[in-house]
């Protein structure tokens, strides 16, 4: 695990003439190349969805919702055999079907439409660099460094690292292609800048 000083931060900045500040005087923690998939997209889609937008939640209740309905018309029509009955059981059974393939398809498919019409991002090519205080993403349309204490939060699955500017928006690092010892490395961050 990485020890973090508060005071590393002060020691790497620099300032220009120009009034910005740049913070690597110092070389990084790690350095590797990322290029973000359209799989990769959809992965950090469907994790904010459920994560900070209670997807999973929220397709759980309207389905138990449905599911007591649908149950509901059915002993109703073991009791009175009627048309209207069974005309709202179909009703409500095309219903939840279309709510689910809205909740599950749709929204795949309107990332991938999203992901697809950005063209400057769309399987961009990038250097991460990580210091113990920022990182720092870098394109060949420019770069960006961001320091860990602007942060929302750092989160994990067992493929990647979202480091989250808000709750919609975040950065996508794959573990796969981090060096080793990264993995250890993030959870220190996120443990000392409380993410």
């Given at each position: 695990?990485?020890?973090?000083?508060?005071?590393?931060?002060?020691?790497?900045?620099?300032?220009?003439?120009?009034?910005?500040?740049?913070?690597?005087?110092?070389?990084?923690?790690?350095?590797?190349?990322?290029?973000?998939?359209?799989?990769?997209?959809?992965?950090?889609?469907?994790?904010?969805?459920?994560?900070f937008f209670h997807g999973k939640r929220?397709?759980?209740?309207?389905?138990?919702?449905?599911?007591?309905?649908?149950?509901?018309?059915?002993?109703?029509?073991?009791?009175?055999?009627?048309?209207?009955?069974?005309?709202?059981?179909?009703?409500?059974?095309?219903?939840?079907?279309?709510?689910?393939?809205?909740?599950?398809?749709?929204?795949?498919?309107?990332?991938?439409?999203?992901?697809?019409?950005?063209?400057?991002?769309?399987?961009?090519?990038?250097?991460?660099?990580?210091?113990?205080?920022?990182?720092?993403?870098?394109?060949?349309?420019?770069?960006?460094?961001?320091?860990?204490?602007?942060?929302?939060?750092?989160?994990?699955?067992?493929?990647?690292?979202?480091?989250?500017?808000?709750?919609?928006?975040?950065?996508?690092?794959?573990?796969?292609?981090?060096?080793?010892?990264?993995?250890?490395?993030?959870r220190g961050v996120k443990q000392h800048?409380?993410?």
């Amino acid at each position: 695990m990485t020890k973090f000083d508060d005071n590393t931060r002060n020691e790497a900045l620099v300032k220009h003439d120009n009034g910005s500040e740049e913070m690597e005087t110092t070389p990084p923690d790690f350095t590797f190349d990322e290029q973000h998939t359209e799989e990769e997209f959809l992965k950090f889609n469907r994790f904010v969805r459920n994560k900070f937008f209670h997807g999973k939640r929220s397709m759980v209740i309207v389905n138990v919702w449905y599911s007591l309905l649908n149950i509901f018309y059915i002993v109703i029509l073991f009791f009175m055999n009627s048309m209207e009955i069974w005309i709202l059981l179909g009703l409500f059974v095309c219903l939840q079907i279309y709510y689910n393939y809205k909740a599950i398809y749709a929204v795949d498919k309107n990332a991938r439409k999203v992901y697809r019409q950005n063209k400057i991002l769309a399987g961009i090519q990038m250097q991460l660099s990580f210091w113990k205080d920022h990182y720092k993403v870098k394109t060949n349309t420019g770069s960006d460094s961001i320091a860990y204490k602007n942060l929302f939060s750092i989160e994990e699955t067992d493929t990647n690292f979202y480091l989250m500017f808000s709750k919609q928006q975040g950065q996508i690092v794959v573990k796969d292609k981090a060096p080793k010892g990264f993995t250890d490395f993030m959870r220190g961050v996120k443990q000392h800048y409380k993410l």
